[in-house]
């Protein structure tokens, strides 16, 4: 029997998706239930056909207009316009998704992507968006700030060669070079929650299909950048110590799904070294893996600052090549089943 896409419930709200609110909880549970009972929704349990929604960072410091990096892309209100698809696509799909895992990019001041970690030589931070290069530190450019090294354990001298190993180890990468970001997804702020017009919708999910949500945090690490959920930019320190790890056991549970979604902020990095990182799991164990992946283009947004940051060629480029791997490359407005290779 074909599967029948849901309607959108009355309670969503599109003009809400850029503004930061409280979700009436209760109110919400109660509605999910009856409307699972009356589109006859059955327990994510079930599913013969499982599918796994990966929303990247969809939180406030991403996606709201005027908070700390909001994605607008190049058209300026590319986050907002992509949270108002992706809530749409998760409702109408309710019955299809099985499981919803976010991420959430976990931050606390002192990190090697903020500016209190560097000073110069007149005693000066960085400026947000500065990118900080291996020739930068060789010529003492940016060098650490002393005070920072008891809260993190480390010392000056460690701490001022760790900086050399990591910007030679993201060149030798082909990463972007370090950049230093503003104060974003502070943990325990208001910045670090998910849009609400997106939890609102995992909510409705988790009660309708009896499915938990399985946030994944990242970035929590002071001494590498996590752009990716399944593995930070750097492993071992200046002396080979190992210093963070792959999320093997998160690879290995999206790839027992039947397909994989992935939608989020920003297209142009977590979302972009996410799919990376999981493409290259993919091609050391069965390339043929790769066509379980499903991109929506249209619930994603490059990084973009006008007049200093474009990222939109790169995040296109990245796509282009996942393609060529074989992942698909989907519009949120497409049903499900029309999309390459999906067979409920």
């Known amino acids: 029997m074909k599967r029948k ?14 503004d930061v609110w409280r979700i009436p909880y209760q109110e919400r549970a109660e509605e999910a239930e009856k409307w699972a009972k009356q589109n006859k929704i059955k327990p994510a ?3 013969r056909f499982r599918i796994c929604l990966l929303p990247v960072d969809v939180q406030n410091t991403f996606c709201i207009p005027g908070f700390e990096l909001y994605v607008g892309g190049r058209s300026g209100t590319g986050a907002v316009d992509d ?10 799909n309710l019955n299809a998704i099985t499981e919803i895992c976010p991420t959430m990019d976990t931050h606390q001041a002192m990190q090697i992507f903020h500016s209190i ?12 968006f500065t990118l900080i290069s291996e020739k930068d530190v060789q010529q003492g450019g940016w060098k650490f700030n002393p005070p920072v090294g008891p809260s993190l354990g480390i010392t000056e001298d460690y701490a001022q060669r760790y900086l050399l190993h990591y910007t030679e180890k993201l060149k030798k990468g082909s990463r972007y070079d370090l950049t230093v970001w503003p104060y974003h997804a502070m943990l325990g702020g208001i910045g670090y929650a998910l849009v609400s017009s997106i939890e609102e919708a995992i909510f409705f999910h988790t009660i309708g ?7 994944q945090m990242k970035g929590n690490n002071p001494q590498t950048e996590n752009y990716s959920v399944l593995g930070p930019e750097v492993l071992e320190d200046v002396e080979g110590r190992q210093i963070a790890q792959k999320n093997t056991r998160f690879i290995q549970k999206l790839l ?5 979604i992935i939608a989020g902020q920003a297209k142009s990095h977590c979302v972009a070294w996410t799919i990376a990182d999981l493409l290259v799991d993919i091609l050391l164990r069965d390339k043929k893996l790769a066509e379980k992946v499903y991109l929506l283009e249209d619930c994603t947004s490059p990084v973009v600052v006008p007049e200093v940051l474009d990222y939109t060629d790169q995040a296109n480029t990245a796509f282009r090549r996942f393609a060529e791997a074989g992942m698909h490359v989907v519009r949120s407005t497409d049903p499900i089943e029309s999309w390459p290779g999906v067979k409920f």
């Open 117 to 128: 970690f560097f000073i110069n030589g007149k005693g000066e931070h960085p400026a947000p």
């Open 256 to 260: 027992q799904f039947d397909i994989v």
């Open 5 to 18: 896409e849901l309607p959108i419930p009355p309670h969503f709200n599109p003009g809400k998706v850029g």
């Open 209 to 215: 299909r009896y499915s938990q949500p399985d946030f």
């Open 83 to 92: 949270n108002r698809r992706l809530s749409a696509f998760i409702y109408r």
């Open 45 to 47: 349990a079930g599913d």
